[in-house]
């Protein structure tokens, strides 16, 4: 996706998020980057979440940021349905089957699909993020390092705005229920990346700015924290 980079928890703090808030135009590449923190933030969902608006939830499925990131975006159509936009985007670097002239940015725009969820599959949804604890309290401190697999949620329903965060393993993560029926909707035809656990070793990417060295592959490095009802700290990447 971007140039190797390695950020820390504590450099990006220092980072001022309003200058990067994300304002719509996810699959402009450039938009990712400059984004992305303020995209898992759920700011644009936030700020219009008030009482009467339709659901609007965003799902980001986070398997190695340099190797896949997926995003199920359902927006409420106001007739008790909604519409499910899903994008995935895969492994850092170049795809030369989709670099053309036309497009000289192609290669890292997201693959999507659209499906639309009627009522019944709406509420279906509703009912397995609430068993998976979407609507409750997010887990204040939880670290999430960009290597590892994590989903974060960003939610409103019913004019209330609710975040919150998984990291495999854990025991969290395996009470999830929702993913089944997001990869079941998803059309992209790009295969699901696994969960993996890191190793002490790949950690240590998040721990410790170091300089690029010959054999280091491409990608960005970061760290992330949940906060009471978001990611905490000003973040940009």
């Known amino acids: 996706m971007f140039p190797r980079t390695v950020f820390t928890f504590a450099a990006v703090l220092s980072l001022g998020l309003a200058a990067c808030t994300y304002r719509g135009d996810i699959d402009n590449p450039a938009t990712i980057k400059a984004t992305w923190f303020s995209y898992l933030n759920g700011d644009d969902i936030r700020e219009t979440c008030a009482e009467g608006t339709a659901p609007r939830y965003r799902l980001v499925y986070n398997a190695d940021y340099n190797e896949q990131i997926r995003s199920y975006e359902v ?11 899903v994008r995935v985007q895969g492994r850092s670097g170049l795809n030369a089957s989709r670099l053309t002239l036309s497009d000289p940015l192609g290669w890292a725009r997201w693959t999507t699909s659209q499906t639309a969820l009627d009522g019944a599959a709406l509420d279906q949804l509703d009912t397995v993020l609430a068993q998976s604890g979407a ?13 590892e697999t994590y989903w974060i949620s960003s939610l409103c329903k019913d004019g209330v705005f609710h975040f919150n965060a998984w990291r495999f393993p854990s ?41 690029r060295q010959s054999g280091d592959e491409t990608g960005s490095f970061f760290n992330l924290q949940v906060g009471e009802n978001g990611l905490a700290g000003n973040l940009a990447l």
């Not at 927006?75 to 936009?85: K, V």
């Not at 029926?181 to 990346?193: C, G, P, S, W, Y």
């Open 75 to 85: 927006t409420g159509d106001g007739a008790g349905g909604a519409g499910l936009t």
């Open 135 to 147: 609507f409750d309290a997010a887990p204040t401190g939880l670290r999430l390092f960009s290597k």
């Open 171 to 211: 025991a969290r993560f395996d009470a999830i229920t929702f993913d089944a029926l997001l990869f079941e909707k998803d059309a992209t035809e790009i295969a699901v990346r696994p969960p993996r656990a890191v190793t002490p070793g790949e950690r240590s990417d998040a721990r410790l700015p170091r300089n």
